[in-house]
Each structure stands twice: as C-alpha cells, then as structure tokens.
C-alpha cells in the first residue's frame, strides 16, 4: 500500500452497502485498497457496532465511513494508540468546530456530549503473521437524527446543537482532524495518552463497574498505553481489559 496519501483524498461514496468497514476490508483482500482511502456510505444494511453489535442509523441523516490505513511498521503493541488517535480525531472535529459542551471519550471508544453518546469507533486490523498490515477505523457520528427509538443515552449532533448540520463541512473537519493526530501517532505518540486521559469520562469520579455478576464502587483512574481501564478499588489499583468490566451508568 503506498504510505503518502494523506487521510480523505480519497473517498469511495456509496448509497448503500452492508457496512463501510466490510467494504474497506474487501477492498484490503482484493489488493485494491491505498493508505487515506475513505469510504463513506449514506446507509448501512448491516452496520457494525462493538462487541458485535449492530450499528443502527436513520438513512442520510448521520456520517458513516471507514478509513483504511497503512500500518506496516508499526508494533502490534501500538494497537491502542491507533484507537486513542482515532477518538481524539473524532472528539476534536466535534469540539472544535461546534457549539458541543462537554465532549469526552468513555473508554475505550465512545464519544459522549454530556452523559449521552455521539461517535462510536469500530477498529479492525489485520495481520499477517505477527505483523500488523493494516486497519480500517470505523466511525459512526450521529449528525442530524433526531430520535433514537431504544437507545435513551445516544444524541446527536443536531439534538445537542439544535441546528441542522451540513455533512461536507464535518467530512472536511473530520480529516482536518485525523490528518493532525495521525501524525501524532506517526511521531511522539506517547502524547496521545495525556489528551486521552485528559478528555477520559467520569476520570476520577467514583462510580459502579460491572464484572461479570459481580458489580462494585471504584474510583475510574485511567487508561493505560496497552488499553487497560485503570480503576482504583479501595486501596488497590486494578487493570481490566475491554469485554471483562463494563461501567455501569445511572
Ligand atoms: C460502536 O459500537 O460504538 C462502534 C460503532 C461503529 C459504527 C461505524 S459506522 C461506519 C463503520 N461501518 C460499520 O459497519 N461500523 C462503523
């Protein structure tokens, strides 16, 4: 894959498929994919959300897209740094070019405004061998939907804003973004943990955490370079990984 593009100056628009991330990845095995392409879709039949998880999304109304991206090179090790790249490029698009109050990034993946989720990401890498070769940065931002029948903590943009958002304007933001914290992740990306652990949800605030059937009271310290959720419980600092805690929400 050539390595020069940058980010979003190329971008595959459709008007359906089943997931932008899919796409990307069919692209991937079909050798027909370049570092910085985009593909952006208007709907998604059969959107991807974490934990396998089906990604719901109001025809038009919000930005679905995937970005493919070159990482030969880079350690397995930085897999994280790759997904705190990616919500602070989101949560930087969103802060910096609206009137959002209150933006952070709920572990691992989640942008929130207020107590309500806006983004979510849905990374997907792929291998060969030991080496990681590429990966596809899936992002779903709710933009203009209004209602969301089942989910009471999703917004979006329109709904914290009230105004009706132009979509070219949040692509053009958006890569404005992840061209920026790409290069942080290219150059000095031990930074990239200080933003993300500056813009973390509910840090320091003690709160409920679900293990299995086990729920208990902990103060949510930070994350770590590997992606581990640092919670202190008493006196103890204990690690956790995504999948095995959830944070329970009132
Ligand atoms: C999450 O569960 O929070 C992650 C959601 C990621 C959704 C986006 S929408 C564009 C891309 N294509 C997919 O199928 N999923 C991601």
Redesign the pocket.
């Known amino acids: 894959m050539l390595k020069k593009m940058p980010i979003g100056d190329t971008i595959i628009e459709l008007s359906e498929i089943d997931?932008?991330?899919?796409y990307a990845m069919r692209l991937i095995s079909e050798g027909m994919a370049e570092h910085g392409m985009v593909i952006r879709?208007d709907f998604?039949t059969?959107?991807?959300?974490?934990?396998g998880?089906t990604?719901h999304?109001e025809e038009r109304k919000n930005l679905?897209?995937?970005v493919i991206l070159d990482t030969t090179g880079f350690s397995l090790e930085k897999q994280f740094y790759l997904n705190a790249m990616a919500c602070l490029s989101v949560a930087d698009a969103l802060m910096t070019n609206y009137t959002l109050r209150d933006i952070s990034i709920k572990w691992p993946?989640?942008i929130y405004a207020g107590n309500k989720?806006l983004a979510?990401?849905?990374i997907e890498n792929n291998l060969r061998g030991n080496a990681w070769t590429n990966a596809i940065i899936?992002?779903?931002i709710n933009v203009n939907q209004v209602n969301f029948p089942d989910l009471n903590r999703a917004t979006s943009i329109r709904n914290e804003t009230n105004q009706e958002i132009k979509m070219n304007g949040l692509i053009k933001h958006l890569f404005r973004s992840i061209n920026k914290f790409y290069d942080i992740f290219n150059h000095k990306n031990e930074s990239l943990f200080e933003f993300y652990n500056q813009m973390l949800y509910m840090r320091n605030k003690e709160i409920l955490f679900q293990k299995r059937y086990e729920i208990f009271r902990g103060i949510l310290k930070g994350v770590s370079t590997e992606g581990l959720i640092e919670i202190q419980v008493e006196n103890k600092l204990k690690r956790f990984m995504h999948k095995e805690i959830e944070l329970m929400l009132e």
């Not at 997931?19 to 899919?22: E, I, K, L, P, R």
């Not at 059969?46 to 934990?51: E, R, S, V």
């Open positions: 997931s932008t991330n899919n879709a998604q059969d959107g991807k959300g974490q934990l998880n990604w999304s679905l897209l995937s993946n989640d989720k979510g990401i849905l899936g992002i779903g």
